[in-house]
Structures are given as structure tokens and as C-alpha cells.
């Protein structure tokens, strides 16, 4: 009983304490000065604010302003007391709250903060007023904005809070940009400051669905200039799904391992190490199937300049295992540098480097999916190179590419029938075959009427038009290709493929028409390989015997009986320089043959055809006057008129088809 007397006796005393602390509070004379005392605990700047509230244990400053290294706008602050007799006043701050505040750092300041001798005392004696003040500090909904001289910036939007109670710091940010770039959102994480070491452990984690959560370990060093941070066995967050969403089938099955390691100076230092062993890509420009799973780590170290953009990698290095064999890799080496990495007028270069590799370890890293037809193939030999790339966001056609220290070595070797000699020279078919037959372009090859003497002018004029090095290279012009890379770039399409001869062979004999990079990555190995198989006259034969002259005209004999009414040997200098210039779409050139004359675009066509023999010395002078004023007369097969031409004029009278649509 006399106890509790006593524990009454003691909160009534607590309670006319706290009364009349109350009513000392609102006097005006002591409230600025002592919520200018508590402030000056945790800041050196300088504050100012418009009016201070007070009620029952509690001061609210409205529109406080701090300038200094740090400004910083407050619309309200509220400090929250408690009784304690030994501090100033009678009373202590239990906590602080601190409510939208917008504060700004400037990166010139901040690195001669970085800079300066006493950089580490200088974070050890804040957190050290801190924990003396013992007072929860909790920011809610801060706007965080790190700039340097310049338009970029990172900003954040976060809630933060600081107990020395627990002696740690919480936080969830709302969402982190790099200027209208969203890097992070809704992540959560909590740094403990009582470590013994010289730095302070931290976890963080995201709070997105599905298979998607990631969570990060790591330390900071106590003055907060670097940290190392470790991430395993995540999902790709939903930050970077609708960039990579156009790449990535399925991101419910990648998972990947990453580790960073940052350094805050006057640039942001970092290192970065990521691997991944289930990764897949299906893109219809890259190939036609999904490609993967693509075993790989990548790890890369450089610097970023937040003020500037500028980001530089020093040193970075790919592995990319064997499918089959995890324990081995083949290595690429890169580098990369820019001066301003959001400006699209701002010069990218690049260095990629292939160290002597052996071709049969860069067959066995090429995924699922991506060069089937180059896995068939036994390998042997070695390859190395080295590709400095440079390229203009905003001008992509003036981009440049030199291949240097190029050797390649690799000598192919196929069992398949369809790469055997009794297919390549002989034109045998073999039961092997029926699954790979698949095509028109590849029954046109087994026809009888697979035609080895064509007119020596159509051969010009092809050559003229579509591969005027034919006779010289060895199944691939990467000079062209590097042209169409640039056209390519520029047009946002695959305008031009650059194709040889050679390439436009391999594709009609091997391969559907679909434009990927896949399919032309097997078609410049493919080339090269059957230039060490075939003569330059098998390659032209077989070409001139495959490809498409119209709507299911497949071969130069059957062209020429539907076109002219002739044989292929007997063809004019104009009626070659006309086929010679459909070939680029021969189905919409048709149409010449259906109203029995040549349009405007197909006379233009031609004639330029004609002019290119001349200039070549494939046509004398006289040949090209007569070629020049010929007119041409194509034959009149009602059938092939009837089945392929929307509407034709057989025999003097008008037949409508409208009911026919041409193919596709």
C-alpha cells in the first residue's frame, strides 16, 4: 500500500513538472532560443524559419530553410520532449520529425567535403552528436535531389529514420531516378551503426511480386564513401523488365548473381561482377527461335561522373560457358567510353577484343537457338580479332568500325548430306534429305532443268547489280556490310543486307527468308565455307538456278520460256539487263509481264543496268546503243497470266481476276 502511495505521489509530481514546463515553453522569450539549441545539436548550418508552434510537449517549426553544403526546405518540423533533468532546459528531444523535406547537395561542394582532411572526423563527430542527443530522427516523404554543375541529377524520394535506441538507420525509397530514368523502385533496407569494424553492415530488398523480390547485403564504410554490395539468386527487378521485356520470353525463370563495389569521390568508382546460367532471348530481329539458356559471367570495372555522365569502363571481360560443358568458356574483352551517356549527340566508343580462340571452343558457346546450322559443323583451327567500334546515338549512320589483328583460321568440316559432295556438285537426292527439303528454292535445285549455260550477259548484268566484287572475295564483303550496318542504323530497319553472290545462294538453298541477325551470322560462315567447296561458276549456276524471277518462278530456264519465250543462253544484252534488275523483288516486277510493257521505274532500272555493263567493259559501245533503244516483248502464256496477274489482256480481249490475289 505504501508503494503505490509512492508511485502516485511520483507521476502527479511528473505531471505539474510537465504542466509547467508546458506553460514555460510558450513563453515567448525561451522558444527560439531553445529550439535553436536542440537544432544546432545535429546540424553546423545554418537554419531559419518562419514560425514556431508550441503545444504540450512538443515545438513545430513551420518553413524552416538550411543553407550551407546541404540546403535544405522544411514545410514542417516537429520536435517531440521529454523530462530529462540533466539536459538544458529540464528537457530532452525524443524525437524529431521532419515532414517533405526538399534537399539538395551540390556535387562541387560535397567533393571538396570528400577531399578535405578531416572528412572522417567530420562524419564521426555527426553521428557521434546524434547518439549523444539520443533522439529518433525520422524523415517522411523526402525529396533528395544530387546534382553537380550541370542539368543531371539523381534524385529520390524516400522516408528515413535514424534510432540510436536500436542503433540503426531504416529506409524505404519510394523511388530513385537518374534524371527521368527510374533506376529503383520501393526499396527497403536498414544499416546498423553499432558495428565494431570500420564498416556498417546493411541489407536491402525490394517489395515487387511474384518471382521477382530480390534482396542485397553489403557495408558501408562509417564516413560513407564506399560500399560493397551482394545480390544472389534474384529475379530481374521490375525496373528493367520494360526495358529487356522486348528480349526476355520468360523473366519468371532468369535468376543471376551480382556484386558492387562503389567508391563516392569526385566520380563514382564501381566494379561489377554478374552471372547467370538460365538466361534466354527471343527478339523476331535476332532470331526466330529462343535462344538459350546463355551460361555466362560478365564482369566489369570504371567510373561514373553523376554531374557530367561521363562514364568510362576501363576493363571489362565476358565468359560464356559451353553448353555442354560448364567448366569451359570462351572470353571477350571490352572497353567503353563516353562523354555524356544520356546525350544522344555525345560520342560512344568502344573496344572488343577476341584473344586467340579456338574455333571449336566458340562453336560450343554458342547457345541454343541462335546458329543451329553452324553447330552441325566439325571445327578445328583458331580465330582472333579485335573490333574498335565509335557510334552517335542521334546520327547512327556515322558510326565507325575497324576489325584490326584479324586472323582467322578456322577450317569447317559438315557430315550432313545437305552439305555433301554428291549434293554440292552432283545434285543427288538422298532419303537423308526429305526432313531438310522444305522450301521451293530447294526442289528448284533437283529439277532437270537446272540450266549451265545461261546467256554471259545475264551473268554481267547480275554481277553488275548485285555483287560487283563476285569474282574477287571469298564469300563475304564486309565493307558492304559495315555500309548496310550504317544505312541500317540509320532507317531502323533492315533496309540493306549487303548480300553477296555467294550469301544469296547459301540463304535460298539453306534457309527461310526471314531477316535476323541469326540468319545472317550463318550465312557469312556458310559462305565462307562453300567458297572452299565450289567454283565461282557452281556458285553462279546454282544461284541462277535457285532464286526467284516472279510469283513461283523458281530457276533462270523456267524464267526465260515464261518471260521471253526463249532459252536462258539466248537471252538479249537488254532482256539479261531486265532480269538482272527484278531481281531485287521479283514478284512486284512482274507486273511488267502481266500488262505485256515495262513501267517507268522498271525502263529507269534497266537502262542504268545497261550503263553499268558498258562502264565494266562487259558491252562495247554499239551493243549498249542498241540495248539502249530495244524494246522488249514478253510472251503470252494465258495460263501464268490467269494464275499470277490481277488482271490480264490475252488473245485481244479484257479477262478480269479479281477474285486472284497475287502472292505474298
Not at 204 to 233: E, M, P, T, V
Not at 617 to 622: F, L
Amino acid at each position: 500500500m505504501k508503494k503505490k502511495i509512492q508511485i502516485t505521489s511520483f507521476i502527479s509530481l511528473l505531471s505539474f513538472g510537465i504542466l509547467a514546463l508546458s506553460v514555460l515553453l510558450i513563453t515567448h522569450p525561451f522558444k527560439d532560443e531553445i529550439a535553436q539549441h536542440y537544432l544546432s545539436k545535429i546540424s553546423s548550418q545554418t537554419i531559419t524559419y518562419d514560425n514556431i508552434e508550441i503545444g504540450f510537449g512538443t515545438i513545430t517549426i513551420q518553413h524552416a530553410n538550411i543553407s550551407g553544403r546541404v540546403s535544405a526546405f522544411v514545410p514542417q518540423l516537429k520536435i517531440y520532449f521529454g523530462v530529462d533533468l540533466s539536459a538544458p532546459y529540464l528537457v530532452q528531444p525524443s524525437k524529431i520529425l521532419i515532414l517533405n523535406p526538399d534537399i539538395s547537395i551540390r556535387q562541387h561542394e560535397k567533393r571538396k567535403l570528400l577531399h578535405s582532411k578531416n572528412k572522417k572526423q567530420h562524419h564521426s563527430s555527426l553521428l557521434g552528436k546524434l547518439f549523444k542527443l539520443k533522439t529518433e530522427i525520422y524523415a517522411r516523404n523526402a525529396k533528395l535531389k544530387y546534382s553537380g554543375s550541370n542539368k543531371y541529377s539523381i534524385t529520390s524520394r524516400l522516408n528515413i529514420r535514424f534510432s540510436p535506441q536500436n542503433g540503426d538507420i531504416t529506409f524505404l525509397v519510394k523511388e530513385l531516378n537518374y534524371q527521368n530514368f527510374k533506376l529503383l523502385r520501393n526499396i527497403k533496407g536498414r544499416i546498423i551503426l553499432d558495428s565494431k569494424s570500420n564498416k556498417y553492415p546493411f541489407l536491402i530488398s525490394n517489395s515487387n511480386s511474384g518471382n521477382h523480390n530480390w534482396q542485397a547485403k553489403g557495408k558501408i564504410s562509417k564516413n560513407f564513401d564506399s560500399l560493397n554490395l551482394y545480390l544472389k539468386n534474384s529475379g530481374v527487378p521490375e525496373e528493367l523488365q520494360s526495358i529487356l521485356a522486348p528480349y526476355i520470353p520468360n523473366f519468371d525463370t532468369i535468376n543471376y548473381a551480382m556484386s558492387l563495389r562503389l567508391q563516392f569521390q569526385d566520380r563514382l568508382s564501381f566494379t561489377y561482377f554478374a552471372a547467370s546460367t538460365n538466361s534466354h532471348i527471343h527478339h523476331p530481329k535476332v532470331s526466330s527461335k529462343v535462344i538459350g539458356p546463355i551460361p555466362f559471367k560478365v564482369k566489369l570495372s570504371g567510373s561514373l561522373s553523376v554531374s557530367s555522365g561521363n562514364l568510362e569502363v576501363r576493363e571489362g571481360h565476358l565468359k560464356v560457358f559451353y553448353t555442354q560443358d560448364k567448366s569451359k568458356h570462351t572470353r571477350i574483352k571490352f572497353s567503353l567510353n563516353t562523354q555524356d551517356i544520356l546525350d544522344p549527340n555525345t560520342l560512344i566508343t568502344s573496344v572488343i577484343s577476341l584473344p586467340a580462340t579456338s574455333c571449336d571452343a566458340i562453336k560450343s558457346s554458342i547457345p541454343k537457338g541462335l546458329a543451329p546450322t553452324i553447330k552441325t559443323f566439325n571445327t578445328s583451327g583458331g580465330v582472333m580479332g579485335t573490333v574498335n567500334f565509335s557510334i552517335t546515338p542521334s546520327q547512327p549512320e556515322k558510326f565507325k568500325f575497324e576489325l584490326s589483328n584479324y586472323r582467322n583460321n578456322c577450317i569447317l568440316s559438315n557430315n550432313s548430306p545437305m552439305f555433301s559432295h554428291d549434293f554440292l556438285k552432283k545434285r543427288k537426292f538422298t532419303s537423308e534429305m526429305e526432313s531438310e527439303i522444305l522450301s521451293p528454292q530447294q526442289y528448284a535445285y533437283f529439277k532437270p532443268s537446272f540450266s549451265k549455260e545461261t546467256s554471259s550477259h545475264l551473268i554481267s548484268a547480275i554481277i553488275a547489280n548485285e555483287d560487283a566484287s563476285f569474282r574477287n572475295h571469298k564469300g563475304v564483303n564486309f565493307s558492304a556490310i559495315r555500309e548496310a550496318f550504317r544505312i541500317n542504323l540509320k532507317e531502323k530497319y533492315f533496309k540493306l543486307g549487303a548480300s553477296t553472290i555467294t550469301m544469296q545462294m547459301v540463304k535460298n538453298l539453306y534457309f527461310s527468308q526471314d531477316k535476323t541477325i541469326s540468319r545472317k551470322v550463318q550465312e557469312i560462315v556458310l559462305s565462307q565455307y562453300l567458297e572452299s567447296q565450289l567454283s565461282k561458276k557452281e556458285i553462279m549456276d546454282i544461284y541462277l538456278n535457285i532464286i526467284e524471277y516472279g510469283p513461283n518462278l523458281y530457276g533462270i530456264h523456267d524464267a526465260s520460256k515464261v518471260l521471253f519465250g526463249k532459252s536462258e543462253e539466248k537471252l538479249s544484252i537488254r532482256e539479261s539487263a531486265y532480269i538482272a534488275s527484278t531481281l531485287t523483288a521479283p514478284k512486284k516486277y512482274f507486273l511488267n509481264y502481266c500488262e505485256n510493257q515495262l513501267s517507268e521505274e522498271s525502263t529507269r532500272k534497266t537502262n542504268r543496268t545497261l550503263e553499268r555493263l558498258h562502264a565494266m567493259g562487259s558491252i562495247t559501245g554499239p551493243e549498249f546503243k542498241k540495248a539502249i533503244s530495244e524494246n522488249l516483248s514478253f510472251t503470252d502464256i494465258g495460263l501464268v497470266k490467269a494464275e499470277h496477274c490481277p488482271q490480264t489482256i490475252s488473245s485481244s480481249r479484257t479477262v478480269s481476276y479479281t477474285h486472284l490475289t497475287l502472292p505474298t
